[in-house]
């Protein structure tokens, strides 16, 4: 498969609304609701598909190109029902808000102020606006105001919706020239694992581990946990305003930083053949699953998900393409013997209770994500692992340059620090 795809993004913020209408959005997104349970009941009635949009738009309260978005989204999941899953029937009685599905510039709109934000504004009901400005990353930010001053990035549609009960417009733009490549068209798999203090890269093919790279930024949760107590001084002080001030600076500080580390892990895996590069995707986990303290702590330390997006964006203006794999287990399961057991871990290291393998746990972890990637993205297999590589360490200093190996552990079967200084990759 050589498929090129298109390089989108889907790019998240928060509605600052300002035409104080919240509940006029809320009472759309019902109506959507609505909308999804009628073309869901219809299809499964046997009503000819074709004739289903027009019937429930007839009906619904809402901007007619809006409805039929939400039609054509429940139709697909029927579609997905029928052709690929067989079980999970799509629901048509379930209750509460259902995103709002719009068309750039004909269900909703946006637009550059004098002041640099980005307004938006959504017909949420026929004639019936919300308007306001977008909040939220300023990476997201950044993507968007340059699509609407591009000609080579198009708007797409966009859903607003209800995400523990703040407001939420998810945008999709295409980057008309960029093409990224079809993920199942890679020979080399990166999987990487993110930490508080650390990320841990292996790239692996066909032939077994081609090399794991532990990125340390030590600085980041040093910094993070100094802001985190100025911000409670000053908030127990009373003084807001200098909280504030101390957010903004510790969110600039961190991103800084995330956007660094996420440049190295791409230059990194640029020098594999055909790499793809996978994450654990953590999205459902903080509500879902316990998974237990190390997966808390991370989810509670690091913003993960901003490191993983920063990364997938570089990726994609190289072309390399990403995926995201289930992060179960992937921290207790050996990479040479598959024994899984939450036992396997002591902190930073890993010593497998059934075959004695030792290693670096973030390097384990990593390994086990790279074989997740592949089962679940190639058509070739997971190697056999005989042997692990060396793994090398860098450290990104606060300078943003990378600097000598800091830490040095014990040399146990496949893992010691390898004492060199900067990166040669
Ligand atoms: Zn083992």
């Not at 009472?27 to 027009?54: C, F, H, M, Q, S």
């Not at 990035?153 to 607003?160: Q, S």
């Not at 009960?165 to 890679?186: F, G, M, P, W």
Request: glycine share 6%; hydrophobic share 30%; proline share 4%.
């Amino acid at each position: 498969m050589t498929d090129e795809q298109p390089l989108t993004k889907t790019l998240d913020f928060q509605l600052d609304i300002q035409s104080d209408n919240e509940g006029l959005l809320y009472d759309a997104t019902l109506e959507a609701r609505r909308v999804y349970n009628e073309t869901i009941r219809l299809a499964k009635d046997g009503v000819d598909w074709d004739v289903i949009p027009d019937r429930v738009a007839d009906d619904a309260n809402l901007v007619k190109n809006t409805t039929q978005r939400v039609v054509a989204k429940a139709l697909g999941a029927m579609e997905n029902y029928y052709e690929y899953d067989g079980f999970n029937q799509p629901s048509h009685t379930k209750d509460g808000a259902y995103p709002l599905r719009a068309n750039y510039e004909e269900g909703y709109n946006l637009s550059l102020t004098d002041d640099g934000d980005v307004a938006f504004r959504i017909s949420a009901k026929p004639y019936k606006h919300v308007k306001g400005v977008l909040k939220g990353d300023g990476a997201h930010l950044d993507i968007l105001k340059t699509a609407l001053e591009s000609d080579k990035w198009k708007i797409g549609t966009a859903e607003a919706l209800f995400h523990n009960e703040n407001a939420e417009l998810h945008v999709n733009v295409t980057n008309t020239e960029q093409t990224v490549r079809d993920k199942q068209d890679s020979r080399t798999v990166v999987g990487v694992d993110v930490n508080e203090d650390n990320v841990a890269l292996t790239a692996l093919s066909g032939d077994g581990v081609e090399g794991t790279l532990v990125i340390d930024f030590p600085e980041i949760k040093f910094e993070r946990h100094r802001y985190f107590t100025m911000r409670k001084r000053v908030q127990n002080a009373g003084k807001d305003s200098i909280h504030d001030t101390l957010e903004g600076r510790e969110e600039r500080f961190v991103r800084d930083r995330l956007h660094k580390v996420s440049h190295h892990i791409v230059e990194w895996s640029g020098q594999f053949e055909k790499p793809c590069i996978v994450f654990e995707d953590l999205k459902e986990m903080r509500d879902s699953i316990d998974y237990g303290t190390r997966m808390n702590r991370r989810l509670h330390h690091l913003p993960f998900r901003a490191l993983q997006y920063y990364t997938s964006y570089k990726a994609s203006f190289e072309g390399i393409p990403t995926g995201w794999i289930n992060p179960e287990y992937t921290s207790q399961r050996c990479p040479m013997c598959g024994h899984t057991e939450r036992a396997n871990r002591n902190k930073k290291r890993f010593k497998c209770k059934n075959c004695e393998h030792q290693d670096h746990s973030d390097r384990s972890a990593s390994v086990n994500i790279a074989v997740k990637g592949i089962k679940k993205h190639q058509d070739w297999n997971v190697p056999a692992l005989n042997s692990l590589p060396q793994v090398r360490k860098v450290r990104r200093q606060a300078s943003g340059a990378v600097d000598a190996p800091t830490v040095t552990h014990p040399t146990v079967r496949g893992y010691q620090a390898d004492g060199r200084v900067g990166v040669s990759y």
